[in-house]
């Protein structure tokens, strides 16, 4: 069994900056990509970011692009997401995922980290 286990998130000011880990556990596994989601208090679970793990190529949604950034350890198998900017709509849990090969969309999630930024 693969387990994300996510680390990092807390309180912030906006303005501030944190930074979100998530690296995969237990048996090995082969992805086809890693990301991030997050979901606020009454809201549907949103995208935030994600890593092709094969390229690298990165994704964001529009709210986070030009302030958050997605990163890998491959030999890890870890995924990063360094926010920057933080503004209070970014108060939510944010949630680690991969997609294994094979799986069709985003199959193994981590257990989630809150993030709570103060105006």
């Known amino acids: 069994q693969v387990r994300l286990v996510e680390s990092g998130g807390g309180l912030a000011q906006t303005g501030d900056s944190l930074r979100l880990s998530c690296e995969a556990s237990?048996?090995?596994?082969?992805?086809?990509?890693m990301g991030w989601f997050r979901q606020a208090p009454g809201q549907e679970r949103e995208f935030v970011s994600s890593?092709?793990?094969?390229?690298?190529?990165?994704y964001y949604s529009d709210s986070v692009k030009g302030r958050f950034t997605v990163s890998r350890n491959i030999r890890r198998n870890a995924v990063y997401l360094q926010m920057n900017s933080l503004k209070p709509e970014d108060t939510a849990v944010y949630y680690c995922?991969?997609?294994?090969?094979?799986?069709?969309?985003?199959?193994?999630w981590g257990q989630g980290t809150q993030v709570t930024v103060s105006s």
């Open positions: 995922a991969a997609q294994s090969v094979g799986a069709d969309g985003y199959n193994i």
């Open positions: 237990g048996r090995p596994f082969s992805q086809v990509a």
């Open positions: 890593m092709r793990w094969a390229n690298g190529d990165t």
